[in-house]
């Protein structure tokens, strides 16, 4: 840190003037087909918020950078997304659910071909999809987001997605307030937080391109913080919305019982199965359970897309029978990361705190995935914040890298970069491992020296 407070704040406010002319950059000029752009804009952005998070102190700077990571997401509110295409499934949802259809109940191309006439879903949103021969896969949470967006703009693309990320604007200053209060409780430092609210991979796709991971952070922090509290009930129907926000945070439940004990946690169980069933009953009939199950045997059977062990299998697979082996790999792989949370959650050894279980539980999940799509690093960085380890951190920062597959004249993933991605990832968690066991070690050694002095 500077010496001198006037250099100090000249330097923060340098500092903080580069990361939002560079926001202000990203979202006026790149392009996910921009890739030598983008990461030259997201490289220097990264530098700058890993300066500001390793070296900004006291307590009145962390909260000045907390309102600046909620003004880069507010300066990003009014542009289209440009990484990513989903909002047109977004709000192709919305559109049905304000004509009064279950947005589970038939491909796209149904209302297409049969020329239904309903307000709002005509051919050139359906040309926008990216997914027009998949049924949709988002739960009832976001659901709700995309049809109050389309009732407030029933015929104005632009004007939902404003509603959809001042929504999400909200879910992340709550996030923020919730990290400060458990970095308290845990006693770590708050400027922690910075490494969410300033994280450009947060800010810059998952906000500005409208993932609804951060409502689900925000309701799986909410329920850590009331289970902290004692609140246990309070915490379960938090937990509710996490998992009707998106399907992920089921694979925490399991590190509740030890935590909670039998009988309470099966309880925990109960509200959050009824809390999910009751919101998916104004969408649900038969059809909605073989649609949605068959969008996610798809997702574990079909998708693949910047993986890490899966491709070392897929690779081995290919040489040995001469065919990509993926409807094997994925529900394996899928059944291998189930057994491994059980046996985390029920490992007597395995006792440390809920967000470490949780960050390594999310990380397995992650490492034996089929797909790993730049956003699905969102809850896996809220939760880092919360242990000693940063390898999430790295990680936001290497996999922007895999964008370099939507600069090519067609589509083509380049597996080098992917190979350096993880090679770098992997080398720096084992670094971290043995830092973390060595802290441990020599922390140890230190109190024994005490006992022995006195």
Request: charged share 10%.
């Amino acid at each position: 840190m500077l010496k001198s407070k006037g250099k100090y704040d000249n330097l923060l406010l340098f500092l903080s003037l580069s990361l939002v002319s560079l926001t202000v950059g990203f979202g006026l000029f790149i392009q996910q087909n921009d890739f030598a752009q983008l990461l030259f804009f997201y490289g220097f952005f990264f530098v700058v918020y890993a300066l500001i998070c390793r070296y900004v102190e006291g307590t009145r700077t962390i909260y000045f950078l907390l309102g600046l990571g909620l003004f880069l997401r507010l300066l990003l509110v009014f542009v289209i997304p440009n990484l990513s295409d989903d909002i047109y499934r977004f709000v192709w949802d919305g559109r049905l659910i304000i004509n009064g259809i279950s947005p589970f109940a038939e491909l796209p191309k149904h209302y297409i071909e049969n020329n239904l006439n309903l307000s709002g879903i005509d051919q050139n949103l359906y040309n926008q999809l990216n997914s027009p021969d998949y049924f949709t896969v988002y739960p009832p949470v976001p659901q709700g987001v995309f049809a109050w967006a389309s009732f407030i703009f029933p015929k104005n693309i632009w004007g939902s997605m404003i509603v959809m990320k001042l929504i999400l604007l909200l879910f992340e200053a709550g996030t923020f307030f919730l990290l400060i209060k458990l970095l308290q409780y845990y006693s770590l430092p708050q400027k922690n937080a910075l490494l969410y609210a300033l994280n450009p991979l947060i800010i810059w796709d998952t906000f500005a391109n409208v993932h609804f991971e951060i409502a689900m952070v925000f309701f799986v922090l909410l329920a850590l913080w009331f289970l902290i509290q004692s609140k246990w009930l309070n915490s379960a129907f938090a937990m509710s919305f996490a998992v009707l926000s998106k399907l992920i945070p089921l694979m925490l439940l399991p590190f509740l019982i030890k935590k909670l004990g039998w009988k309470k946690a099966l309880v925990y169980f109960l509200i959050v199965g009824a809390m999910v069933v009751i919101c998916f009953v104004p969408f649900f009939n038969l059809d909605t359970i073989k649609n949605l199950a068959g969008s996610l045997d798809l997702y574990f059977q079909k998708f693949e897309y910047n993986a890490s062990i899966y491709y070392v299998l897929r690779y081995i697979g290919l040489k040995i029978s001469g065919y990509n082996l993926i409807q094997v790999l994925g529900p394996v792989l899928a059944l291998v990361t189930a057994v491994s949370i059980f046996v985390m959650a029920f490992h007597k050894k395995f006792t440390t705190k809920l967000p470490l279980q949780w960050l390594f539980a999310t990380t397995i999940f992650l490492l034996l995935a089929t797909t790993v799509h730049p956003w699905y690093l969102t809850l896996l960085i809220a939760l880092c914040t919360l242990t000693r380890f940063r390898y999430p951190i790295l990680w936001s920062g290497l996999i922007v890298m895999t964008y370099v597959n939507y600069s090519y004249a067609e589509f083509s993933e380049n597996l080098w970069i992917v190979a350096l991605e993880y090679a770098l990832l992997f080398a720096f968690i084992w670094w971290e491992m043995f830092r973390v066991n060595g802290l441990r070690v020599s922390s140890q050694s230190i109190e024994n020296q005490k006992s022995l002095n006195h």
